[in-house]
C-alpha cells in the first residue's frame, strides 16, 4: 500500500491528498468524482462508466478522457429528455418518469 506524506499539505483540502493517492490532475480528479456522483444517483444510466474508469485505472494512470466523453454524451441526451418531457406533460419529471422514458428512447 502507498504511503500518503502528511507534511506536504497539513492545512490543504483533503482531495489534495486524495490525488496523490490516486495518482491524477485536479480536472482528472473532479470529472471522476462528477462521473461517481451521477452513478451514485442514476446507477442504471451511469454505473456502468465507474467500472470503465476502475478497469482502466488498474493500468497505471487514469485515461478519463474517453469515460469523460461518453458520460457528457449520456448527460445531454438525459436532459434532452428531461426538458422534452417537461413540455410534453407541462408539469416537473418525476425521477422514475425520467427513468422509464430515458431508457425507452435513448438505451
Not at 75 to 97: F, I
Request: charged content about 35%; glycine content about 4%.
Amino acid at each position: 500500500m502507498r504511503k500518503l506524506d502528511r507534511k506536504k499539505y497539513p492545512n490543504g483540502r483533503s482531495f489534495d491528498t486524495i490525488r496523490e493517492f490516486v495518482n491524477c490532475s485536479e480536472p482528472t480528479y473532479n470529472k471522476m468524482r462528477a462521473i461517481c456522483k451521477a452513478s451514485k444517483e442514476y446507477p442504471e444510466i451511469f454505473g456502468h462508466l465507474v467500472l470503465k474508469i476502475d478497469m482502466q485505472n488498474r493500468y497505471g494512470r487514469c485515461k478519463i478522457e474517453p469515460v469523460w466523453r461518453e458520460f457528457k454524451k449520456i448527460q445531454n441526451k438525459l436532459l434532452v429528455t428531461l426538458y422534452n418531457l417537461e413540455v410534453k406533460l407541462g408539469r416537473e419529471v418525476t425521477k422514475k418518469e425520467l427513468l422509464d422514458n430515458f431508457t425507452e428512447s435513448w438505451l
